[in-house]
């Protein structure tokens, strides 16, 4: 899939569909917390293995039961992709599930 760079309404309408998301330095950005650092990082485990799918890679902080991230497309001029909402959406999935 192509990374096209999303308007400033595009972009609002996707944070509207991706609670807890933000514009963070220019990046998406979301904190997720865990109960336990297993929790944490199996759900990382599997977030990479979609990434890897997709070919695009967040950028991720990890300590204990948190996880920060940012998401921001590099080919597309570090601005904020389609590639970026959909990984967050696939995240916001995999930490209901």
Sequence with gaps: MT?????????QQALNGLP????????LYKE?????FS????WMVTVGIQAETMGHHPEWFNVYSTV???LVT?????AISNLDVE????????FKS
């Design 3 to 11: 990374a096209q760079k999303l308007s400033d309404t595009e972009l």
């Design 20 to 27: 807890g998301w933000q514009i963070k330095e220019g990046k």
């Design 32 to 36: 997720y917390k865990f109960k336990d």
């Design 39 to 42: 929790t944490a990082l199996g």
């Design 68 to 70: 920060r991230v940012n």
């Design 74 to 78: 590099h080919d597309a001029g570090n």
């Design 87 to 94: 990984l967050a959406q696939k995240m916001e999935a995999l």
